[in-house]
């Protein structure tokens, strides 16, 4: 298989320094679906850091300043994470607000804000940061909605422009896809082949997408 990073430990050490230290690997932590749900991930902001911040004003009228739970590491400076109550049914959910109260449900749509905006979600003294799959916050986070069956895998791929997650079927140990609709046409029979480890390994620092080299799903014969 690919080389893999070091499983997350108590130093919090970032950046590419490390990842040459660990030998470049191409994957980090391969997780099941129950290690990422009780997983404590690394926090920029804590309880302690939030109890005492008033309601903004620009706030939606349902949503109030999350006091509850340790904001996610990747909140951009100057947002805030807020708790949206349903007042129909009393039901919850996270958001994320920007300095102007507009709010966001999901990570990906934050990312896709910051980009149309021209600004990178990390930076570092005021630059955009490279991420590493040996960084302590690359931790992924299982997809939304329910088309990711929970007996799969998801890890971090390093490619050039950062990290990508990558799904890896039941009993496979030297494959993955790379995206939604490669699981979804994997799922249903009208695909069967898997990115092999290995091979991209010896390609990163090329193409963001999957080698030509494949391999088949487990139950596959082969001719």
Known sequence: PGAMAAAPGAAAVFGEEEYVRQ????????????ELQSVVR???????DVKDIPRPDNFPQDTDVDRTTSWVFWLP?????????NPANGNTLKCYLTPEGKRFWHKKDVD???????EPREKVDGRARMRFVTDPFAIPYWPDGVWLPKDWKLAYRQVSSGLQAVYIPPGVEDGFLSDQQSVMKYLSGEATDLA????AQQALGGSDSEPAAKRRRPDDSTA
Do not use: C, D, N, Y
């Not at 690997?25 to 099941?32: A, D």
């Not at 092999?196 to 091979?199: D, E, F, I, N, T």
């Open 77 to 85: 400076e100057g947002w805030l994470q807020g708790i949206r109550t």
């Open 196 to 199: 092999p480890m290995a091979v």
């Open 42 to 48: 690394p926090g920029r902001s804590t309880m302690r």
């Open 112 to 118: 896709e804000f910051l980009t149309k905006r021209g």
């Open 23 to 34: 030998g470049k690997p191409m994957f980090g932590k391969i997780w099941t679906f129950q």
